[in-house]
């Protein structure tokens, strides 16, 4: 079993930056490609970015050149970090693992883009 556990949401102004993290504990080993999904009231979940162990990244489109996604493997941790933020970008966001073919998810953290 792996543990996530998230922090770094909150509220920002329009334009701003947070930084969000993730961090996996328990039998980390497999541990493989780490991610971000999020989910905006109303709408399904949808992937942000992921991250191979390798250290490819791949982003949705509409957090192309605003968002990067970064790990550190040897604290199994996962980075976020989102730059230029728009009221758009407001959304529970969930970090995401994948350890030996399952899946994990942290609980979750509210980010709020507004003025």
């Known amino acids: 079993q792996v543990q996530l556990v998230e922090s770094g949401g909150g509220l920002v102004q329009p334009g701003g930056s947070l930084r969000l993290s993730c961090a996996a504990s328990?039998?980390?080993?497999?541990?493989?490609?780490m991610g971000w999904y999020r989910q905006a009231p109303g709408k399904e979940r949808e992937l942000v970015t992921a991250?191979?162990?390798?250290?490819?990244?791949n982003y949705a489109d509409s957090v192309k050149g605003r968002f990067t996604i970064s790990r550190d493997n040897a604290k199994n941790t996962v980075y976020l970090q989102m730059n230029s933020l728009k009221p758009e970008d407001t959304a529970v966001y969930t970090c995401?693992?994948?350890?030996?073919?399952?899946?994990?998810w942290g609980q979750g953290t509210q980010v709020t883009v507004s003025s």
């Open positions: 995401w693992m994948n350890s030996w073919y399952q899946n994990y």
């Open positions: 328990g039998s980390t080993a497999g541990i493989n490609t």
């Open positions: 991250i191979t162990k390798t250290g490819r990244p």
